[in-house]
């Protein structure tokens, strides 16, 4: 897992291997719809996105946590699939 701060939390990734993922497209592959996980979420608050990146981890990181090699290869596989369309701020 790489992540960035610099006023607040930036880009998260993840990477296994020779696969990178950024949480927003692993979150779109695993939940299914691009915008419905927590993070980034917005506030004053800099340690909020880390609360709203555990969140998304708690409920939706299982398979990176915790799954197969081969579980968290098909959801970079899928998110990889859905292109580089324009992206929607959740």
Known sequence: ???Y???SLGLVQYHL???TVSHED???SVI???GRSRYPGFSSDPLDGF???LRDLE??????LAGSH????AHVQRAGSFGTGPRRIP
């Open 26 to 28: 692993y979150m779109w």
């Open 1 to 3: 897992m790489e992540f």
């Open 5 to 7: 701060f610099r006023h």
């Open 59 to 64: 409920e939706h990181g299982h398979t990176f």
């Open 32 to 34: 299914g719809e691009r």
């Open 51 to 53: 609360w709203h990146l």
């Open 70 to 73: 081969a579980e968290f290869f």
């Open 17 to 19: 291997r020779e696969a």
